[in-house]
Antibody, heavy 125, light 109 residues
Framework: EVQLVESGGGLVKPGGSLRLSCAAS????????MNWVRQAPGKGLEWVSS????????YYADSVKGRFTISRDNAKNSLYLQMNSLRAEDTAVYYC??????????????????WGKGTTVTVSS | SSELTQDPAVSVALGQTVRITCQGD??????ASWYQQKPGQAPVLVIY???NRPSGIPDRFSGSSSGNTASLTITGAQAEDEADYYC????????????FGGGTKLTVL
C-alpha cells in the first residue's frame, strides 16, 4: 500500500525548533518530488516547500524561507522539514505529499497524488 | 493573499451539476490540480492535468481550463461530495513556487 506517515509534531514555544519527518512506503520514493503543505486551524491549504527527487531543486514559500529547511534521505525513504525560529502563525497541521509533474501540450502540470494524515504543530508560550 | 482565486462557497441541489472555478495568471501556463478535503481528513486529489482522474475518483468529477480560469465540474452531485475544494498550481512568477486557491466550500442541498 502506498503510504506517507508524518511524525514529529508537538507543542513548541515561539522561537523554538522542531523537525518533522515523513516516512514513505509502497512506492519508489527516490523517483518522486515531495512537498510539505500546511493548514492552520480553520484556514485553507498553504504550500510550504518542495524538493525534487534527487534534492537538486528546492523551493520554499516566502512565509518560511530562511527559517525552514526541507531535506530527504532516499536510502531511508524519508522526507524531513527542519523548522527554526517558529512563530505562532506556523501553528498548523503539516502534511507531506508526493508529487508528479511534466508537460502536456505546452502546459506544465503538477499534482500531489498521495498525502499523509498530517502532524500537528502548535507554537505557543 | 493567494494568487489563485476561488469563490468561498457554492451550493448545489442533490443530483444537479455544479462548477467550481479557480482564477489566476499562472493558469495560462500551468494546469490546475484539484483537491477535495472533508472535515478532519487529509486532502484527496480529484483532478489533475488537462482532465485526469486518479483511480477511485468517480467520473462525475471533471476538469477544464480556459485562459486564466480552471474549473472543476461535478455532474450529478452527491451528498458525499459536500466538502472543501482547493485548486493548486505553481505561481505566476515562474519560480516554481506552489500556490493554493483559498478554497471553496461546497454544500449539497
Amino acid at each position: 500500500e502506498v503510504q506517507l506517515v508524518e511524525s514529529g509534531g508537538g507543542l513548541v514555544k515561539p522561537g523554538g525548533s522542531l523537525r518533522l519527518s515523513c516516512a514513505a512506503s509502497g512506492f519508489t520514493f527516490s523517483s518522486y518530488s515531495m512537498n510539505w503543505v500546511r493548514q492552520a486551524p480553520g484556514k485553507g491549504l498553504e504550500w510550504v516547500s518542495s524538493i525534487s527527487s534527487s534534492s537538486s531543486y528546492i523551493y520554499y514559500a516566502d512565509s518560511v524561507k530562511g527559517r525552514f529547511t526541507i531535506s530527504r534521505d532516499n536510502a531511508k525513504n524519508s522526507l524531513y522539514l527542519q523548522m527554526n525560529s517558529l512563530r505562532a502563525e506556523d501553528t498548523a497541521v503539516y502534511y507531506c505529499a508526493r508529487a508528479s509533474s511534466g508537460w502536456y501540450r505546452l502546459y506544465y502540470y503538477y499534482y500531489m497524488d498521495v498525502w499523509g494524515k498530517g502532524t500537528t504543530v502548535t507554537v505557543s508560550s | 493573499s493567494s494568487e489563485l482565486t476561488q469563490d468561498p462557497a457554492v451550493s448545489v441541489a442533490l443530483g444537479q451539476t455544479v462548477r467550481i472555478t479557480c482564477q489566476g495568471d499562472s493558469l495560462r501556463s500551468y494546469y490546475a490540480s484539484w483537491y477535495q478535503q472533508k472535515p478532519g481528513q487529509a486532502p484527496v486529489l480529484v483532478i489533475y492535468g488537462k482532465n485526469n482522474r486518479p483511480s477511485g475518483i468517480p467520473d462525475r468529477f471533471s476538469g477544464s481550463s480556459s485562459g486564466n480560469t480552471a474549473s472543476l465540474t461535478i455532474t450529478g452531485a452527491q451528498a458525499e461530495d459536500e466538502a472543501d475544494y482547493y485548486c493548486n498550481s505553481r505561481d505566476s512568477s515562474g519560480n516554481h513556487l506552489g500556490v493554493f486557491g483559498g478554497g471553496t466550500k461546497l454544500t449539497v442541498l
